[in-house]
Every structure is written in C-alpha cells, then in structure tokens.
C-alpha cells in the first residue's frame, strides 16, 4: 500500500510528487505513533494481569509455603565457618546430606567444625582461607575443585564487626571490614559463579545483617559494608535474570537481628522479648530455610522484615521517634 502511494500518476507534476512523498512521511509517522501505543496499552495490559497472577501466586506461598527444595549432594561452600553462625550453618547443611566445603582464617577453629560433621557422620572438607584475599581465595577454590569437585551453593558467611564511634575507625581497619565483609563476597562470587553459568544452577548465599536494611551508631563502616553486600546480591539478582538468561541461578541475602555468637559484644535492646537474641542455631535453620524455599531476602526473625517496609513509609521524623522508643543498637566496644 505504501508503495502505491509513492508511485508517480501519468501526469503527475514533480511538486504534486513532492506533496506525496511528504505526506506518505507523515502517514508513516502517525501509523508508527499508533503502533507504539497500541503496544504500550497491549504490555500494560499484560503487565497487570501478570502483576495480579503473581500477587496472588505470593499470598499463597506466603498461606501454603511450596516444599522445599532437596540438598542432599550439593557442594555447600560455607565461609567464616569455624565459629558462630559459619560453624551451625556447616553442621545442619551437613545433616541434610549436602558435602560442606568449610573455610575460615582460624585453622584449628575451622579443622574443629569439620571433626566434628565427621563425627556425626556427614561429608565435609576444610580449608584454610583469608577470604579477603583473592589471591588465596583463588588457590583455595583450585583445590575445592581438585578435591572435592564444583560448588553448587556458596555461602558468603565471614564476617567481622569492629563497634566504636566513626571517627575512632582507623582507616586501615575500615579497610578491613570491607575486604572481609564485602570484597570477599565479590572474590568467592567471581571464583564460582562462571561455574554455576555454565552447569545452569547454582546459589548464592550472603550473610548481611539488619544493620545492612536500617543503620545504627557505633557500627558505620560495618553498616555501610552490609548494605554494600545489598547492592552486590540486588544487582546480581537483576544481572543473572534479565531477559530470562540465567533463571535457575538463585540470590538469597540475610539480614539476621543479634545472635548470641559473641560477635555483638554490647547488646542494647530494650524490649528483650519484643527482640529477642537468637542462637547460632536457630538463625542457621532460618537460613537453611530460606535458602530450601529460594527466598531473595531472609530477615532474623521475620518480623523485622515487615517493620522494615513500614519504617520505610513513615516520615523521616516518625522514624527517629520510633527509633529513640525502642532505643535498640550495639553500644561501643571497649574492652
Ligand atoms: N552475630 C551477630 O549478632 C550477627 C548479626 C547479624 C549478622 N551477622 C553476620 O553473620 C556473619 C557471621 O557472624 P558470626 O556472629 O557467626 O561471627 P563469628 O565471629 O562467630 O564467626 C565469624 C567467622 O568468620 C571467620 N573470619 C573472619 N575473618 C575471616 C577471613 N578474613 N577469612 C576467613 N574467615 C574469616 C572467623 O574466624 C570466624 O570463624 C557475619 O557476616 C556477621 O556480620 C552476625
């Protein structure tokens, strides 16, 4: 039809050509116009119904969580694994039928954790590893893989948490915290994620903190650290799913409360049984939860989770209201 329209009559004068070829233009332009917003109302159309079907796919998993998904055989990657959190985390993985692949800076603390998956009769490993340290991250994983074979899960877990005013963090041990808090995740990530792209599957895991989703005093550069570890597993997240390349590639990050390992030397809450100390156990069965269920966010308790989105809502006044009321932190670590 088009064509037809640019085609020059018998008789036609080269200035009635002319008129043509313009307004043939502005056809073209209107029938572009139209196009762009039928298709705009067609993906807006499709975008609501999807919007719809998936909110109401979510309120049923939320009513009647899905089954959760089988370990048993999986590489578990668990850094930072000799103590607290690390070392739960390498024995439930364990009874659960998953080889741990446990590493940590502490040898004899890391060596223990692996005696004593032995001891109750499941698979693990031990390395010793700064994971802070790409260089020896790097060895270490080219033994994993000699050794034990391609991780399948890696669990970004070591951390550390220096707690005194800003201006009291030298810059080297700013530095620290970020090497080991979050330079780390990006050496582990890089060392194994090629792997989890071309098996298909795979699944990271980092531990953050609630200190990463609602800052405090006394932890600055470690708050800032754990919401680095935020953008690092979001923009992963989004990087790995867009148009669809690797869906099968899972990001969960978690945001525990304190748990009693000792890490938070001074504890300030002041509603105790409104916000309660977890153990090392029961925050390692959360986040074996969650990651059996391939949840993206898992907070410690739960709870935290929704407070979280409303503190967001509120003004920015109301929030440091409801901050001061429950007056909850970690005081400076003197000793
Ligand atoms: N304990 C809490 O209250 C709490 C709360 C929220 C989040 N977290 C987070 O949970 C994670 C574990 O905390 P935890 O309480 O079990 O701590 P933890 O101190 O009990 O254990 C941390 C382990 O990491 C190891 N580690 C430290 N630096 C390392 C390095 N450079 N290379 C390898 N291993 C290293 C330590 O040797 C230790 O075994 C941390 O990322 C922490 O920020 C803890």
Known sequence: MLRMWTLRRP???????????????KMIGIIMVVY??????????????????????????????????????EVILVTGAGHGIGRELGLQF?????????????????????????KEGGSAWGYKCDVSCKEDVHAVSNKIRKEVGEVTILVNNAGIMPCKPFLRHTPEEVINIFRINVFSHFWTVQEWLPSFMTAGRGHVV?????????????????CSSKYAVRGLMDGLTEEMRYAGRNPNIKFTRVHPFIVDTGLA???????????PITTAEQCAAKIIEGVCREEEVVCIPTKDY???????????????????????GVDEDTS
């Open 94 to 118: 364990a009874r659960l039928g998953a080889r741990v692949v446990c590493l940590d800076i502490n040898e004899a603390n890391n060596k223990k954790t692996v005696t004593d998956i032995s």
């Open 306 to 328: 929704y407070g979280h989105i409303i503190m967001q809502m509120l003004p920015r006044p109301v929030q440091k209201a409801f901050l001061d009321f429950m007056d909850t």
């Open 206 to 222: 980092a531990v953050s903190s609630i200190a990463g989703l609602m800052a405090t005093s006394n932890l600055v550069p470690y």
């Open 36 to 73: 762009q917003y039928v298709l705009l109302v067609c993906d807006f159309v499709h975008l609501v119904l999807l919007s719809a079907f998936l909110m109401l796919k979510s309120i049923w998993h939320f009513v009647s969580p899905p089954p959760l998904k089988v370990i048993t055989g």
């Open 265 to 275: 030397k001074k504890p300030r809450i002041r509603f105790p049984s409104f916000n």
């Open 11 to 25: 008789g036609m004068k080269p200035a009635d050509s002319h008129n043509n070829n313009n307004n043939n233009k």
